[in-house]
């Protein structure tokens, strides 16, 4: 595995692979990987000639410095594991690499429809900023095919409008929540919980899989009350669990009339904001079967 930390030197080797009629997965990250970006890489390593990473903790996407100064970083144990993984190229650019300052880097794009709930209003200015990176990444890398979590719902549809409004090119593939054995979602984040709290965080994954047994008998409003209580405890304290259509984002009265129904939650464990999600209906849709 090769690391390269300057955007001209990554353009070179990816055009030359491109020259070869090369196929290239790209998954975005801001390191600190666990299995859940491994898996992202493993599915780009199957599905494409070439396969790169980028490790970049974007400062654009945090509305809270505080979050950002303490998001871990360790690119020396990142590489290791990529290259264990089978990762053909590492790009770990600088924020100067990213945003130079002659150049204007965030595309025009509307994506209120989109941010108006969740984890929009309380992350102001959050998905600009992700809009923003993964656009400049995508200039950067140009891959055919861009690799991404379902852990982070609203973040993959917003890049998937992104992707089809500006008609890029590359296409975007949704990869599955890794979880924990206990269910608590993977994530960066996670290292920051003590071992207590990280077992006792089951309770999310708990209340997304009864949220998901619920939907059949009972009434979404009431089951998102029922979870809002449920993870209020001395330690958890959540910010929303919210029964979504899982394209546009706007609540479920009657679940006849979606195809798509997510259940999405935020939870302050202490100081640690987690997030997880839950496909209550049409999974498939997500992760329709490989053709043969
Ligand atoms: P991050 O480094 O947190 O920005 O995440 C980079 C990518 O990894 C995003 O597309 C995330 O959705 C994805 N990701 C993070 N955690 C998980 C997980 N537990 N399972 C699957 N994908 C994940």
């Not at 924020?95 to 984890?119: A, C, R």
């Not at 302050?268 to 043969?292: C, F, Q, S, T």
Request: glycine content about 4%; proline content about 5%.
């Amino acid at each position: 595995m090769k690391t390269y930390k300057r955007v001209s030197t990554i353009k070179k080797y990816l055009a030359s692979h491109r020259r070869k009629k090369q196929t290239i997965g790209f998954i975005p990250t801001m390191g600190a990987l666990h299995e859940g970006h491994v898996s992202l890489a493993k599915a780009s390593i199957e599905e494409n000639d070439i396969t790169v990473v980028s490790v970049f903790v974007n400062p654009t996407q945090f509305n809270q410095t505080e979050d950002l100064k303490k998001y871990p970083r360790n690119l020396e144990k990142d590489a290791a594991i990529l290259k264990e993984a089978g990762v053909d190229y590492l790009f770990a650019p600088s924020v100067n690499q990213v945003y130079p300052l002659s150049k204007k880097t965030g595309p025009k794009l509307d994506i209120d429809h989109l941010t108006f709930s969740m984890e929009g209003p309380n992350r102001p200015g959050h998905f600009e900023g992700v809009v923003q990176v993964v656009h400049r990444l995508v200039k950067i890398t140009n891959p055919d095919l861009i690799y991404m979590g379902q852990k982070d719902f609203q973040q993959f549809t917003i890049i998937q409008y992104m992707l089809t409004h500006l008609k890029m090119r590359t296409r975007l593939r949704v990869c599955p929540i890794i979880r924990e054995e206990n269910g608590l979602a993977m994530s960066s984040r996670n290292q920051r919980l003590s071992k207590k709290i990280k077992t006792e965080a089951s309770i999310i994954y708990n209340n997304l899989v009864a949220a998901k047994k619920a939907l059949k008998s009972k009434k979404p409003d009431a089951i998102e009350r029922k979870a809002m209580k449920d993870l209020k405890t001395g330690v958890f304290d959540p910010e929303y669990f919210e029964i979504v259509d899982g394209y546009t984002f706007k609540k479920i009265t009657n679940p006849n009339r979606h195809k798509l129904i997510v259940a999405c939650t935020a939870v302050w464990a202490k100081k640690v904001r987690l997030i997880d999600n839950m496909i209550l209906k049409g999974e498939h849709l997500l992760y329709p079967k490989k053709k043969k």
